[in-house]
């Protein structure tokens, strides 16, 4: 969270155009804590907030449900290598809420998944989808291939 509020402190100082980042839900597997409103959760006492929630864990499909009502742009950051929570990328994307997580569950699994994501990226109003791995001793493969096909190359093979 402190990546999130020196993000967010520097964004909201823009001269441009200032943005303002709130966290408005955080779950672990256990346990929930989010607001029903949409006002922002606190930066500095999340941890302790979401230990003494005494909120219901929502599935995957009602957190896209609520974070699909909110009056702003939401972006789902999912830290986890949850299956569950990958095959719902499609939902949340529909729903307007953008996704941006380094699971490789949704990108490496099932065909249907991955076409799915694409589509409701692409479907009106659909949200982002931001992804990243490390494999080869951290290196950043994803963003090395796509560029280099974006740029002209075809990639013959992998090893």
Do not use: C
């Amino acid at each position: 969270m402190a990546q999130l509020r020196a993000l967010s402190d520097r964004l909201s100082q823009s001269q441009t155009s200032p943005t303002h980042l709130s966290l408005v839900l955080v779950s672990r597997s256990s346990k929930l804590l989010y607001s029903e409103d949409f006002r922002p959760l606190s930066l500095s006492s999340w941890d302790a907030d979401l230990q003494a929630s005494t909120l219901p864990i929502l599935a995957p499909a009602q957190i896209a449900e609520h974070l699909g009502r909110a009056p702003e742009r939401v972006v789902l950051v999912d830290n986890t290598s949850s299956e569950d929570v990958a095959a719902h990328y499609p939902l949340f994307l529909k729903r307007g809420v953008s996704v941006v997580t380094p699971n490789k569950k949704a990108f490496s699994g099932s065909y249907a998944l991955w076409e799915d994501i694409v589509a409701a990226t692409n479907s009106p109003g659909g949200g982002l989808a931001f992804h990243e791995s490390s494999v080869g001793a951290g290196l950043p493969v994803i963003s090395t291939l796509k560029e280099l096909v974006d740029t002209g190359d075809e990639i013959r093979r992998i090893e």
